[in-house]
């Protein structure tokens, strides 16, 4: 019998992934110069063609040493790439490189937060960051999440078990999918949908609804729209929760890491009046997926989640001094994805990431006062963190889709589209904080060319 293959931790594994780490580097590389733009030309059926012929038969009867370079080519070759100042469509950030570092310690030593005896310092860890983070937005404690939409999940299922299950979301017309989606897989009543003419929701609108629903309510308002960026007015909010005595969740994905700046931490005031807020690190934060928290005004409701399994939290164990970890998640085998998250503000501090946030958020406001000046484009409303929406002027929505089309199949530049004011936009998400003018000038052209030709 051959010798197993080489294991990725242990007093041999470094050794062992210096090579390997080797060919993902080098393929890495070669993948995105073979790309030659933000993402693979051609369109979904062309890219899935080359895949096919390059990486072949996946599960062959004999195993192929050289899997490793060409799959990583393979997806570099044909990924949409953030790091690309030409790909802003979405809230999908450039991760830094210090956070991907760290990232892979977590993969070869493989801790499991789902008891203490699988991950001793891993747990101590996420403990200390949760409460840290949490602090920072004027909250408690902090769950770790998958993302906004984990956190989202979380925060309505911490109102019912507060609230009882005929808890009702209230929530603005610009509020996530995600949101009433939760209200949908928790068995809640039918969501209240309040109008955000504007792109915010109406503090007016707000306070009716208030007054005439009866039965427990759940309002959640935004930080930072996924369309636009916008933040809903949260001062007011928060005092009309507490005048109706209504429970508040911030769903702060986006906004969550102006809390960073100097500059821009003003915006998320009322913040801290929330009962539970949601912050994304892989979108304003610079993480790989995943790294979503929910920030908890009462460090005890978690208490809720509590579950007892003999084999990872025995009460002997527990009364015996092992932390008790099931009740921190709704899942059971968790990566710790705290340590990404603790490298990246401790290497850049508040200050560095505070630099990143209004980095990006200046590049925002540059970016549309070029489109206020063209005379070809029309510009949505003045940033309020980084997403930028505009459209060709006098151009249809077919025309402004198929602008978006074109440039995605060229594999030339990768933008978003919302639809706000009834029309629909253009939408650049600004999160690369190496982009500069003259890329975003770059952009325009092509955006024109494209409109044009
Ligand atoms: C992105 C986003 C979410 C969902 O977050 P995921 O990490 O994609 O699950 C929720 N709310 C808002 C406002 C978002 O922008």
Redesign the pocket.
């Known amino acids: 019998m051959s010798t197993p293959p080489p294991l990725a931790s242990g007093p041999e594994g470094p050794a062992a992934l210096r090579p390997l780490l080797d060919t993902v580097l080098d393929a890495l590389a070669a993948g995105t110069r073979a790309r030659r733009g933000p993402l693979p030309a051609g369109g979904p059926e062309e890219v899935a063609a080359r895949l096919a012929l390059a990486t072949g038969d996946i599960l062959p009867a004999t195993g192929d040493p050289d899997a490793l370079r060409i799959l990583v080519h393979a997806l570099a070759a044909g990924a949409a790439d953030p790091a690309d100042p030409l790909c802003a469509a979405h809230?999908h950030c450039p991760p830094l490189a210090v956070a991907t570092a760290a990232d892979l310690a977590v993969s070869a030593l493989n801790p499991s937060l789902d008891s203490w005896d699988q991950a001793p310092a891993a747990a101590a860890l996420e403990a200390r960051v949760t409460r840290t983070l949490a602090r920072a937005a004027g909250l408690a404690d902090a769950l770790v999440t998958?993302?906004?939409?984990?956190s989202?999940q979380l925060a309505l299922l911490l109102a019912r078990e507060t609230h009882g299950a005929g808890v009702r979301l209230v929530c603005g017309a610009n509020a996530?999918h995600?949101l009433p989606r939760a209200a949908w897989l928790l068995g809640l009543p039918e969501p209240v949908v309040v109008p955000a003419p504007s792109g915010t929701l109406d503090p007016a609108a707000l306070d009716q609804a208030l007054t005439t629903l009866s039965g427990p309510l759940l309002v959640a308002a935004?930080a930072?729209?996924?369309d636009a960026g916008l933040i809903d007015p949260l001062p007011e909010i928060a005092a009309l929760c507490a005048a109706h005595r209504t429970r508040l969740h911030i769903?702060a994905?986006?906004g969550g890491g102006l809390l960073f700046s100097d500059r821009h931490r003003d915006q998320l005031a009322g913040l801290e009046a929330a009962d539970t807020v949601?912050l994304?690190l892989?979108?304003l934060g610079w993480q790989p997926v995943?790294a979503?928290l929910l920030a908890l005004a009462d460090p005890g409701e978690p208490a809720a989640l509590h579950q007892s399994a003999d084999y990872l939290n025995a009460d002997d164990d527990t009364e015996a001094g092992l932390p008790d970890l099931l009740g921190r998640s709704l899942r059971t085998t968790r990566r710790p994805d705290i340590l990404k998250i603790a490298v990246t503000l401790k290497t850049l501090g508040r200050t560095g990431l505070g630099a990143l946030v209004d980095q990006v958020c200046a590049r925002a406001r540059e970016f549309a006062a070029l489109i206020a000046a063209h005379p070809g484009f029309e510009l949505y409303d003045r940033p309020a963190i980084s997403t930028v929406l505009f459209r060709p002027t006098d151009a249809t929505d077919a025309e402004v889709a198929a602008v978006r089309r074109t440039l995605l199949h060229e594999g030339r530049a990768v933008l978003g589209r919302a639809r706000l004011d009834g029309r629909l936009w253009l939408k650049a998400t600004l999160l690369n904080p190496r982009t500069g003018p003259d890329d975003l000038a770059q952009l325009l052209k092509l955006v024109e060319g494209t409109t044009t030709g």
């Open positions: 809230l998958t993302g906004g939409t984990e989202n996530h995600s935004t930072g729209t996924t769903d994905a986006y949601t994304d892989h979108k995943a979503g």
